[in-house]
């Protein structure tokens, strides 16, 4: 994924994500017009401050109390089997690998804070 477009505010940052189908011919002007009228943008965002709070928990996964709710993000892939054995090959941990479970065709990763 590419940094589309990021907008800085005094609380916050917004990063929009998305793939460039182009082959690199889109300008930086041309991505960050294109992050509204396209499909498949991730949006993050960063709580400025969150990092040197002492009083901040952390966040949660999404699949367990406390916190339990959103619990993941999907990104399609052309080939699932192949994207999985990337992921493997750079030691990328699975909640759920394909072989697991009645969904064969869907594998779930961890981020790297778990």
Same mark, same amino acid.
């Given at each position: 994924m590419d940094l589309l477009s990021h907008h800085s505010f005094d609380t916050f940052t917004l990063y929009l994500l998305g793939y460039d189908h182009s082959g690199g011919m889109l300008s930086a002007k041309a991505k960050k017009g294109s992050c509204f009228n396209r499909e498949g943008v991730l949006e993050l965002t960063h709580n400025h401050g969150a990092?040197?709070? +002492?009083?901040?928990?952390?966040?949660?996964?999404?699949?367990?109390?406390?916190?339990?709710?959103f619990g993941h993000i999907a990104?399609?892939? +052309?080939?699932?089997?192949?994207?999985?054995?990337r992921f493997e090959k750079l030691g990328v941990v699975f909640k759920e690998k394909l072989t697991y479970g009645r969904?064969?065709?869907?594998?779930?990763?961890?981020d790297l804070d778990g």
């Amino acid at each position: 994924m590419d940094l589309l477009s990021h907008h800085s505010f005094d609380t916050f940052t917004l990063y929009l994500l998305g793939y460039d189908h182009s082959g690199g011919m889109l300008s930086a002007k041309a991505k960050k017009g294109s992050c509204f009228n396209r499909e498949g943008v991730l949006e993050l965002t960063h709580n400025h401050g969150a990092e040197s709070d +002492p009083d901040f928990d952390g966040y949660t996964s999404g699949n367990a109390d406390p916190g339990k709710g959103f619990g993941h993000i999907a990104i399609t892939a +052309p080939d699932v089997d192949a994207a999985c054995a990337r992921f493997e090959k750079l030691g990328v941990v699975f909640k759920e690998k394909l072989t697991y479970g009645r969904m064969r065709e869907i594998a779930f990763i961890l981020d790297l804070d778990g």
